[in-house]
């Protein structure tokens, strides 16, 4: 309501059964504190999920409720998926992810683009200006 996007341009998630473009231009995500990320948590079915969008009924940190999220294919569809994230408890997870552990989640999002934006606080001491 706040935004001047056109209407036709807004497409709530409210099931699995909608039509998804081909490919999104930018996808925009954040890491939790255990590597989770678009609501793919550790350990989750939906990590393994091959249709576009996946039913995730019991995330793994709170709030817990159902929820739906994308899947790889449309993550790694993208022409860039970025990362924002902030805070030194998460410095030691960007650095797993920036070194590929593909044990988090957020390891395994391979964009054509993939970046990671992060303050002060939350980037490894041997980041410097890394890109994955």
């Known amino acids: 309501d706040h935004a001047s996007v056109p209407e036709d341009q807004v497409h709530p998630l409210r099931s699995s059964a909608i039509e998804l473009p081909d490919r999104f231009d930018l996808v925009l995500l954040g890491i939790g504190p255990d590597g989770h990320c678009a609501s793919l948590f550790p350990g989750d079915p939906a990590l393994e999920a091959t249709e576009p969008i996946a039913f995730v009924e019991r995330p793994g940190l709170p709030p817990h409720h159902p929820r739906l999220t994308f899947t790889y294919p449309v993550l790694n569809a993208a022409r ?34 993939t970046v990671m934006l992060v303050d002060e606080g939350a980037a490894p001491a041997s980041a410097g200006s890394a890109r994955r």
């Open 80 to 113: 860039t998926a970025a990362f924002l994230v902030g805070g030194a408890e998460k410095r030691e997870i960007v650095a797993r992810v920036l070194a590929r552990d593909e044990s988090l989640p957020a390891a395994r999002v391979h964009a054509a683009e």
